[in-house]
T-cell receptor
């Protein structure tokens, strides 16, 4: 079964800490995405990547950065976590061609105290 | 990409058909309609997609109006496990365009 795996389901961090959220997919997909999800706001795109070492800003990139050194791994980085970054973070991937369907991970719920 | 409009919430009796509407009146000719659902505390899951013709798979049916300005996702025999938030998205596949999820419809299947 194809998979997108997010390394942590639940994290609790303190304000100012550097936070790494890791996402790995085993489907050889070119495209990977990071979303955050907040009540009443739906899913909002933070960053996406169409290839190794490539990245594009989504709608809400402020306070975040990303890294894609290998095709299967896309990392979201919070350089200095703040309480307003408490959220559910969702990683997804898709392949060019066919239906171009997104496959999501289970999500990482981050709480910043 | 065109935006979509969905009702905020709906109820459906267990065993009955659940019909979830989506309005996409500004859809362009090469945009597909995709449906995803998200069960509580999980990532969204793909259900079905289509361009013009009605589509059916093991999970659901998708009915797209002739003018393509709206569509309906049909879960033919809703079960309690179908309780979820359902998202309708329109997008041109295989482009750099984003997937806009919006806030979806929260479907509650009632025993």
């Amino acid at each position: 079964d194809v998979k997108v795996t997010q390394s942590s389901r639940y994290l609790v961090k303190r304000t100012g800490e550097k936070v790494f959220l890791e996402c790995v997919q085993d489907m050889d997909h070119e495209n990977m995405f990071w979303y955050r999800q907040d009540p009443g706001l739906g899913l909002r795109l933070i960053y996406f990547s169409y290839d190794v070492k490539m990245k594009e800003k989504g709608d809400i990139p402020e306070g975040y950065s990303v890294s894609r050194e290998k095709k299967e791994r896309f990392s979201l980085i919070l350089e200095s976590a703040s309480t307003n970054q408490t959220s559910m973070y969702l990683c997804a991937s898709t392949q060019w061609g066919s239906a171009n369907v997104l496959t999501f991970g289970a999500g990482s719920r981050l709480t910043v105290l | 990409d065109a935006k979509t409009t969905q009702p905020t919430s709906m109820d459906c009796a267990e065993g009955r058909a659940a019909n979830l509407p989506c309005n996409h009146s500004t859809i362009s000719g090469n945009e597909y309609v995709y449906w995803y659902r998200q069960i509580h505390s999980q990532g969204p899951q793909y259900i079905i997609h289509g361009l013009k013709n009605n589509e059916t798979n093991e999970m659901a049916s998708l009915i797209i109006t002739e003018d393509r300005k709206s569509s309906t996702l049909i879960l033919p025999h809703a079960t309690l496990r179908d309780t979820a938030v359902y998202y309708c998205i329109v997008r041109v596949p295989n482009t750099g365009n984003q997937f806009y999820f919006g806030t979806g419809t929260s479907l509650t299947v009632i025993p």
